[in-house]
């Protein structure tokens, strides 16, 4: 089949952003001119449930009907719609281990979504947190057990899948072993294609063959070198063709991590990096940023092809499975019955509060104990988790009940050290509102309860009694409230190793 024959055009195969909360003329002539039918939204594009309505209904009238809109809609502390039921993090689900439970959640995140005129969530998360300094996904897997991942992935997926949203597994073949953040730096994980088999592959293997099939899989950014020393697993042949394609026959969509992120970016520039990465084995490149940029990734697309880099055959192939994705899980935008939407919230609440975790024989403080809170003064987003929890948050956990409570502000608690933790008649209480690890001079310092709001493996680097609620949203504070209150007992376990007695 020739170029000419062909009814291929390079933009039905790049998933592309938008710049704010409106689409804008320009950007909807880009949209048109390139006949890009995929978008990702992110916080910057988030208004009022009316505006996110209006904009997805734009971007429909737009795109068409076999458009495809894209969030990150995790739980936990990524959750780009913030308005909608918050769901528990993946790792609070792992603390609970109920499939039954994971499914209902998935559920309701897709009923959020589809409120919102939102036909595909990039989620649930298959990486296996093996690693404790893994500094981007810690919380937002299921555990460190391959089997448990599945289980409750699975489940997670099939609740979204029946409400009618597509569900994207990440990231391929695993994030999980990791010491470095992508989005900043490429990593690399030294493993052999045994090992990873063992561990990292398990999840996607089960999810990507048999009954229950993912609709679609994003990849890595990370250098695996005993399977392509030259090329991120994004950018690899032998591994999305290899492995995904060939060794596990998977026939769904691949979609790209975005490829604005430093990892590919500043080595290979998304334009090109969306050429190698068809040419790879995927079939939707990631490819945000400004026009001009977006511009860039759909010529160099159109360019690879008239040069014969890329085949038409392959192309098409990545556009019919694009298509069938799309016809399956159709943009539509549904009502959100209001019964509906507040038993939502309460699944999620009682799901927040049945993961909460106690470790070192962690008890509440007496109501009448003058307490010290410690926390960072502020916590911004980085991009892929929301901000976190703010001082007047921490403060609320405390207000209305205890009688006496100082709050001490740090600017950087990986800084902490003994010298951050006055030893008088007060009882020091830690609240960690950031998600980084504590530096070696944290080990020194000696609070008597420490709150771990986000990152669970902080609570290696604190010996001190702890409470792990999984994240901050509004579910995980309002159950910390009712353990300090006495109200709720903690009665999960860790799906985690924390190599600490609990």
Known sequence: MTQQHSSFHPGRLVMVDIPGKQLDA?????????????????????????EIR???????AVMGEQALIGIDQEGGSVIRATS?????????????????????????VARGLLHLGINWNFAPVLDVNNNPANPVIGERSFGDDPELVTRLARAWMRGSLREGVACCVKHFPGHGDTHVDSHHALPTVDKSLAALEALELKPFRALTQGAEVAP???????????????????LSRRVLTGILRDSMGYDGV??????????????????????????????????????????AAIEAIGAAWAAGQLETAQLERAAARIDRLAERFPLQTRDYDAKQRLADEQLMHDGWARGLCTVR??????????????????????????????????QALFAGYFDDVQLLRVQDLRALSAADVPQDARMNVL????????????????PDLHLALWNPFQVLDIAAPAVISWGYADGALLA???????????????????????
């Open 431 to 446: 609240v960690s509102n950031h998600r980084g690890r504590f530096g070696a001079a944290a080990r020194l310092a000696r």
């Open 216 to 234: 679609a899989v994003m990849t890595a950014h990370i250098v695996y070198p005993q399977l392509d020393a030259e090329h991120p697993a994004t």
């Open 26 to 50: 320009p950007t909807a002539d880009f949209l048109r001119q390139h006949q890009v039918r995929a978008v990702c939204l992110f916080r910057k594009n988030l208004g009022s449930e009316t």
């Open 480 to 502: 910390l409230t009712r353990w300090l209150r006495g109200d709720l007992e903690a009665v999960a376990r860790p799906p985690v190793s924390l190599n600490q007695e609990s």
């Open 254 to 295: 691949v979609i790209t991590d975005a490829l604005m992120m430093k990892a590919v970016h500043e080595r290979y520039g998304h334009a090109r990096a969306a050429v190698l990465a068809l040419q790879a084995g995927a079939d939707m490149p990631l490819a945000q940023g400004s026009l001009q940029e977006q511009r």
């Open 54 to 60: 209006q904009l997805t209904a734009d971007l429909r």
């Open 361 to 394: 024989g962690a008890r509440p403080p007496a109501r009448q104990t003058p307490i010290r809170l410690i926390c960072q003064a502020s916590v911004a987003s980085d991009g892929v988790s929301e901000a976190g929890a703010s001082v007047e948050q921490v």
């Open 84 to 108: 909608l039921p918050q769901a528990p993090a993946a790792m609070a689900l792992g603390a609970i281990g109920d499939e039954a439970l994971a499914e209902q959640v998935g559920a309701a």
